[in-house]
């Protein structure tokens, strides 16, 4: 093994496939080490015990799918290794699915000319040499905790990260999605172009300022705004704001910022979602007049008077920008 070498693991069920990799990779051998396994469990036997810079495997094979495998080589890996998984166009939602769920750097669709691949693999090793010069996990994290929508991509638009809340706008306003390379895709065309420059020219210049680009929805929904901002290394933060989308701080960041009972808690909560002293009765399951004298508490502990400056209060405390797993119901 040399050392020197960047390692990369191929995993196919398909010998032929595998061969016909072995061939069109013969000129990077120079600078990657390349090994070739068509079982799925000793590929996870082989990772257990050796290293692999990047792993790229088939989505669909027989007795574990490629999703699977990697679940299980990320139970059992600390280093720092890359997914890119390999599908055909018929596996296109599963694949994108995947990029949240189990960490996929980016999928490519079968069949990959040898110059996509080669350039996929760079790019993948480039991420991991960035990562280890400027350490981001706990960035990473800190984005994944956010309510805030935030998508992380290259000067092409594809995609390298994004959060649980930007995976829910992409999945509920038809105005951007993502594309069969993985990329932000733009649906109308009269936005389709400045969105691109805007990311193109991000990626290009540090101080480039933010740039706001709307979004128009096919569907006629309320427009998205796109707000695209460089990160350096040649990335591009989105951050995806969406009028009318709300997520109220959790009912235990209230108890912490302002000492309330987990009913009063919920009870703020709803009132700050723009629901009514009925509507939190009911969220409580107690009447209404308990609740108002719950509320009267509220006002008492976080000094206001007034329901419209508790709903203020609320969506202008550090608690807003954080986002909610569960709620105290009791």
């Excluded at 995806?240 to 009972?261: H, K």
């Excluded at 399951?285 to 509320?295: D, F, G, H, I």
């Amino acid at each position: 093994m040399n050392a020197d070498r960047q390692r990369i693991l191929f995993v196919d069920d398909e010998v032929i496939v595998l061969d016909s990799l072995h061939r069109v990779l013969r000129g990077e051998r120079e600078r990657w080490e390349i090994v070739f396994e068509s079982d799925p469990l000793k590929a996870i036997e082989l990772v257990r015990s050796e290293h692999f810079d990047v792993v790229v495997s088939d989505l669909r094979m027989p007795g574990m799918t490629g999703i699977e495998m990697i679940e299980k080589i990320r139970l059992q890996q600390t280093a720092d290794t890359e997914f890119i998984l390999l599908t055909g166009n018929a596996d296109l939602a599963s694949a994108i699915d995947a990029i949240n769920k189990t960490g996929v750097f980016r999928f490519l669709t079968k069949p990959c000319s040898a110059e996509n691949l080669v350039e996929a693999l760079d790019v993948a090793l480039s991420a991991i040499k960035c990562r280890q010069e400027h350490p981001g996990n706990m960035a990473t994290a800190a984005l994944s905790a956010m309510s805030p929508a935030v998508a992380v991509v290259d000067g092409e638009c594809r995609i390298i990260y994004y959060n649980d809340s930007a995976a829910e706008v992409l999945k509920t306003h038809s105005g951007i999605v993502v594309d069969r390379n993985g990329a932000l895709k733009v649906n109308a065309s009269v936005d389709r172009q400045e969105f691109k420059e805007a990311v193109q020219k991000a990626s290009m210049d540090i101080d480039k300022m933010p740039k706001f680009v709307s979004l128009t929805d096919p569907h006629d929904l309320d427009p998205l705004t796109a707000v695209i901002t460089p990160l350096g290394q040649k990335r591009v933060a989105i951050m995806f704001t969406v009028p009318g989308r709300f997520e109220p701080p959790s009912a235990e960041s209230l108890i912490d910022l302002f000492g309330l009972t987990p009913v009063e808690a919920v009870i703020a909560q709803t009132i700050a979602n723009s629901g009514t002293v009925e509507d939190a009765a009911a969220n409580c399951n107690v009447t209404q007049e308990t609740a108002r004298t719950y509320l009267k508490r509220i006002f008492q502990k976080t000094g206001v008077r007034r329901q419209v400056d508790l709903v203020q209060l609320i969506l202008t405390t550090p608690a807003a920008l954080v986002r909610s797993r569960t709620v105290v119901t009791d």
